[in-house]
């Protein structure tokens, strides 16, 4: 070895000054997300806090209600796509983690929405009250389940996430429903919640979170049969058949909900 070769030193300090800058660049990306996530946060909100007030006015007003929160979900789709133009130049899940619970949230207000809107309606003919992962698609205006592009897309997981936090508001307003005197309410959602424990329970699901969150759908169908149970045996709506069953309380008692 000549005595003027450079010997070598135990590291080279650029590594550690391109890794900050790389730190620095990421740090800032991830803040440019929230950013963008707080004004969808806001808009998701707005939606949930309008729809939320179906707990408490009564059937006839329900239409008016959905129709309020049209404009509210263009805004909310709007900002979605600046969320869009800043992540798109990155791999999908180098942070999709930072928007996958806003994006849940906002399927699920998509998802009571059309669920309101298709059930309340004076005209209701039986179809599909559960919006499709590809109409949530088109609503959004992203792409859905992408397996073979890596850009931005609504998951299969993100929706079903979704479903689960629907039948948890239907739920709720099966209690609310029947407070309203809304008596045929309950038995539609009750039908809704078993068919959607019956597709859930066919699911391989690999996702924890969202098998224990599966699982315990059978609480909520549990739920949703005591109320029904309590309104069939009180006369205030007919029993399988159309045939009135018990007989304690006239059309006018008052429901015994149990918790």
Known sequence: MSNN????????????????EQIEKDSAMRDSIREALKKLEKDIKNISSTLSRVHSIAPSEVPGLVAKVAPAFEEAKTDLHELIKIVEPYPYYKYNGLWSMHLQNYTAQLLLSTWLERMYAKDTVAGNALLTIDEVGNLMGVPVNVKTED?????????????????????????????????????QISTFVKDVFSSFQVLNLKNDSLRRRGDALKYNVKKVEDINYDLIV??????????PKGGEASSGGVVKMEE
Request: no cysteine.
């Open 5 to 20: 070769a450079t010997p070598y030193t135990s590291i080279d300090e650029n590594v550690f000054q391109t890794v900050q």
């Open 234 to 243: 009180r006369n205030l709506v007919p029993g399988p058949g159309g045939e």
């Open 151 to 187: 850009k931005f897309h609504l998951s299969i997981e993100e929706y079903l996430h979704a479903i689960i936090t629907l039948v948890d508001e239907l739920v709720r307003l099966t209690t609310n429903a029947v407070i309203q005197r809304d008596f045929a309410r309950p038995g």
